[in-house]
């Protein structure tokens, strides 16, 4: 078993979590003095020039600890997002990480959204399809574009009701 300390920063808890896991196969634990604060969280992997690698997360905390939100939604970026191959150990040292920790989601009006300041997450008026975009995505310039990409990461069509969800986010990033 592996103790890292926040200490350290959530983006290298994030990264220590996806070598630890793939160079060994173990999942670290956070030591006892990380704070017992619950937050949501994702973690987004991508490649030095930026392209996206693997990102997972949750929009409500599913586990005890911010630190422990980390871990194992670093370990899903690299290993389960359905998008990519797993990541592999030897591409470890050309990708960067980066970890935002979301703020509780409030209920919101397209008025009110900017895509620069908020994320979104829209779902279906049964809870079944949920899409959500992280705030200040490049090429994410106008609240139509962002609704647009969260409606159809839900499978939701344009003729469907739904909820609008805003968050912001403190984004931490590896340094380049």
């Not at 030591?31 to 973690?43: G, R």
């Not at 991508?46 to 911010?66: A, H, I, Q, V």
């Not at 995505?137 to 609704?147: H, P, S």
Request: glycine fraction near 6%; hydrophobic fraction near 40%; charge should be neutral.
């Amino acid at each position: 078993m592996t103790v890292v300390s926040v200490d350290r920063g959530l983006v290298s808890l994030a990264r220590c979590a996806v070598e630890e896991y793939l160079l060994r196969g173990h999942v670290i634990k956070p030591s006892v003095t990380e704070p017992s604060a619950q937050a949501a969280c994702f973690v987004c992997i991508k490649t030095r020039d930026g392209k996206l690698r693997g990102c997972m997360g949750t929009t409500e905390p599913s586990k005890p600890s911010l630190a422990e939100e980390v871990i194992a939604n670093a370990i899903n970026a690299a290993t389960r997002d359905p998008r990519f191959v797993p990541v592999s150990a030897e591409e470890l040292p050309s990708l960067r990480f980066s970890v935002d920790v979301l703020s509780r989601l409030e209920p919101t009006t397209p008025d009110k959204l900017d895509p620069r300041t908020y994320g979104v997450l829209v779902e279906d008026e049964r809870r079944t399809k949920r899409g959500l975009l992280l705030p200040a995505i490049e090429g994410i310039e106008t609240v139509e574009q962002q609704l647009a990409i969260a409606m159809y990461k839900a499978g939701l069509r344009a003729d469907e009701s739904f909820k609008i969800y805003r968050f912001t986010v403190q984004r931490f990033r590896e340094e380049e």
